[in-house]
């Protein structure tokens, strides 16, 4: 025997059932708009992942070593820094999210993050000469950047997604970070074989 407590209950359900989209690729679709700003968003992921997976294979590659005047490194503590730097900045950026998140806001933070992102690319764009210490700069400042956009991105798509496609919309961040990782391999078999002519 249904009670008048557990039919309001029921009739709370359908209203909400009503109100709700449907979950999974449907809610996406339905939500079309939402899902495009949270995909554009995890661009941030992206450029995480290709940094992560590019420079170790870079590093040791002949035409980055013609071209920024470093040809090979004996010092496998110095391969390592240059290499593991990236997460080093990384971490000081998520410790820092907490506050800009609150202070600037979500949309402004990860402005922030990708100015940070780019004037770190420009900071290692700039080595000659053998001078590692533009490459280290460039990729600490690089990693606060790509770090805080791990920690936001995330943090903003869960803001901005309706719950029953709120999961799909914050996983995206991992997403892209493993596909900037795979395109990374990828380009960077590719370029193994450009070689710059004397």
């Known amino acids: 025997m249904m009670t008048k407590h557990s039919g309001h209950e029921t009739d709370i359900q359908h209203r909400r059932a009503g109100l709700s989209a449907k979950p999974g690729a449907a809610g996406l679709i339905k939500n079309g708009r939402t899902t495009a700003i949270a995909v554009f968003a995890s661009m941030g992921g992206l450029i995480y992942g290709y940094n992560q997976g590019m420079f170790g294979q870079v590093l040791s590659m002949y035409s980055f070593g013609q071209a920024s005047g470093t040809q090979g490194i004996s010092n496998p503590t110095l391969a390592g820094l240059l290499t593991s730097i990236l997460e080093l900045g990384a971490w000081i950026g998520v410790l820092f999210n907490g506050y800009s998140a609150d202070r600037l806001g979500r949309k402004l933070s990860v402005v ?49 997604a309706p719950a029953e496609i709120r999961g799909s919309l914050v996983a995206l961040q991992q997403l892209a970070i493993t596909f900037g990782i795979m395109i990374s391999y990828w380009i960077t078999y590719g370029s193994k074989f450009l070689h710059h002519d004397a």
């Open 112 to 160: 922030l993050a990708c100015v940070l992102f780019v004037l770190g690319v420009i900071i290692q764009a700039c080595v000659r000469n053998g001078n590692y210490d533009y490459i280290l700069g460039g990729r600490f400042v690089t990693g606060l950047g790509v770090g805080s956009l791990s920690m936001i991105v995330p943090l903003y798509n869960a803001e901005l």
